[in-house]
């Protein structure tokens, strides 16, 4: 069984205390490898590991700091199907889904940040005969980033590498139920030629040692995503310290469907938009709103598409859907199977665990729920989808605003104005018309209402994860 370990200072370490935690694989449910429970002790390791490193890693030239995150980004593809494999083995996700998102996209943050640093200017401004003014632009120093496991080394490399690429010292925490690739990624990172105690990365609990990073005094700024409710905590530990705090939370997104769409391809990129990564990915549409002159028409296709879908073994290339991430998170699943029923809902597919060893749920689709019910308003972050009908435009945005969340929203029409109309509506931090998860790394990238604060991606993460100084002379 594979023992993973802390990666501190440039090498693997046990934690100190020497506790650690089962980490149990979701396609089989058996135990898989075991994970540093890590303490106080460890991290005050990487504390003293990232002070040091940290004169050399803000001052190197940043060309230099570019070709080692490129290095590193090569190191990955060259790695991807072991990387791939764990990925999967971790998570239950499908390997060909690990292998053709995960690693990559996880490559490419690293290689994107890598030349956006070099592209990557402060501002200046003069005013003719009287002043210049210019901001400079410092690392931040140590920062601490958390991560959670549905995406685990796409979300983990998508806050380190800017973090890194601008020059400051890491102390990283993955999700402990999916440890093992940021665990590969800390040899990549030495064969790459970072220096000795530039990434930190802690495994364990997040209630414990991720509060512990998210509490020390030397992190000066917290990068942060997972669920809403960690991230008001991790939010108001950041804050009484006037750290600088960047949070990706939940989401309850909505999927607006207009009679005038294609609906070829709005049934077809919903059924990906429900249930890809078994719908664990924060981005997935979960309420379907479609015009009610469609809605029979949109169901039948819809729920024929399911049908199709194959739930199995992750490491079948022929699974469509692998297994949910553990069991606690199968019986939450389930649990608001159950919860939509008492609220009325009428179960129109799936709704079941499937009996086999592992952690798995057939793909459930809901509807008759009212948008105010718990089922249409909490996060469920897994197979699950509720139906319903909206009358014209108007409803369909009051429906979509009608939860406390704001993180994505899709739109299917094939009216340019009103594509533009309700995409303006909706608060929703990004909004995908006709297509759904696609998008240029150099956008900006975050959630509205209590899906977050902060945005991530392109120059917003680099100006995150730096100290902007103002230098006024005068002419
Ligand atoms: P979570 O329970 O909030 O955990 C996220 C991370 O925070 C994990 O590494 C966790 O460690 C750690 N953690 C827990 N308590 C902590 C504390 N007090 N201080 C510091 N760190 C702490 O979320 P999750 O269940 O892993 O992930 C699912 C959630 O993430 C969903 O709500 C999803 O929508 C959201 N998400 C958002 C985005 C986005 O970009 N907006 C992207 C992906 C996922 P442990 O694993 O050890 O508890």
Not at 136 to 142: A, F
């Amino acid at each position: 069984m594979q023992k993973i370990q802390n990666f501190v200072n440039g090498e693997y370490r046990d934690p100190i205390k020497g506790d650690y935690i089962e980490n149990i694989e979701p396609g089989t449910g058996k135990v898989f490898a075991q994970v540093p429970n890590s303490t106080q002790e460890d991290l005050d390791l990487a504390v003293e590991a990232s002070k040091e490193a940290f004169p050399v890693w803000s001052r190197m030239a940043v060309d230099k700091r570019s070709r080692i995150l490129h290095k590193l980004a090569d190191l990955i593809d060259y790695n991807l199907d072991d990387l791939a494999l764990m990925e999967s083995r971790d998570n239950g996700k499908p390997l060909w889904l690990a292998k053709a998102v995960d690693i990559p996209r996880a490559s490419a943050n690293f290689r994107f940040y890598a030349s956006a640093i070099v592209n990557f200017s402060s501002e200046a401004q003069v005013s003719e005969g009287f002043m210049v003014n210019y901001t400079r632009r410092s690392p931040v120093g140590i920062v601490g980033c958390i991560s959670p496991w549905n995406l685990p080394l796409y979300l983990f490399s998508w806050k380190i590498a800017p973090a890194l690429a601008m020059g400051n010292c890491v102390i990283a925490k993955p999700s402990e139920l999916t440890p093992m690739t940021a665990f590969l990624l800390g040899k990549l990172s030495k064969d790459a030629g970072m220096p000795n105690g530039v990434l930190n990365i802690l495994h364990g609990e997040g209630k414990s040692i991720g509060q512990a990073i998210v509490e020390h005094e030397v992190t000066k700024a917290i990068s942060f995503t997972g669920g809403t409710a960690t991230g008001r905590i991790v939010g108001a530990t950041a804050s009484q310290q006037f750290k600088k705090v960047s949070l990706e939370l939940g989401g309850k997104n909505p999927n607006i469907i207009f009679a005038d769409c294609d609906l070829d391809e709005a049934v077809k990129t919903s059924v990906k938009s429900s249930f890809t990564n078994q719908g664990e990915i924060c981005l997935c549409g979960s309420r379907i709103l479609v015009e009610d002159s469609i809605y029979d028409e949109f169901k039948a296709r819809f729920l024929k598409e399911c049908e199709k879908i194959v739930v199995g073994d992750p490491m079948n290339a022929k699974s469509i859907m692998g297994a949910l991430v553990s069991e606690d998170h199968l019986n939450k699943v389930d649990s608001y199977v159950l919860l939509a029923k008492e609220e009325g809902g009428k179960v129109l597919h799936g709704g079941n665990r499937i009996a086999r060893e592992g952690f798995y749920y057939e793909p459930t689709v809901i509807e008759g729920l009212d948008k105010n019910c718990r089922t249409n308003q909490e996060e469920i972050f897994g197979p699950v989808v509720t139906l319903n009908k909206f009358k014209n435009e108007e409803e369909a945005i009051d429906i979509a605003n009608s939860t406390r969340y704001g993180l994505s929203c899709t739109i299917w029409t094939s009216d340019l104005k009103r594509a533009h109309r309700v995409s303006h509506a909706v608060q929703s931090g990004i909004i995908w018309v006709n297509c759904w998860l696609v998008r240029d790394l150099r956008t900006p990238f975050g959630g509205m209402k209590d899906s977050g604060i902060g945005r991530e991606g392109g120059n917003e993460a680099l100006r995150f994860f730096s100290e902007p100084q103002n230098v006024c002379i005068k002419l």
